[in-house]
């Protein structure tokens, strides 16, 4: 268990860490991005066209 948490933490460490921001800023864009595609091809989109 102590194990589990070890590794937890260090893939939160590494997940915040200053140097990966950039990636975690393009994931979070690349799911938005999906998300706005996936909504407007669906038609079911709660943004404006």
């Not at 589990?4 to 260090?10: M, V």
């Not at 939160?12 to 975690?24: K, N």
């Amino acid at each position: 268990m102590n194990k589990y948490k070890s590794l937890i933490r260090d893939i939160i460490e590494f997940t915040f860490d200053r140097h990966h921001y950039i990636m975690v800023s393009i994931f979070i864009l690349f799911l938005v991005f999906l998300v706005i595609v996936l909504g407007v091809n669906s038609g079911s989109s709660p943004f404006p066209k």
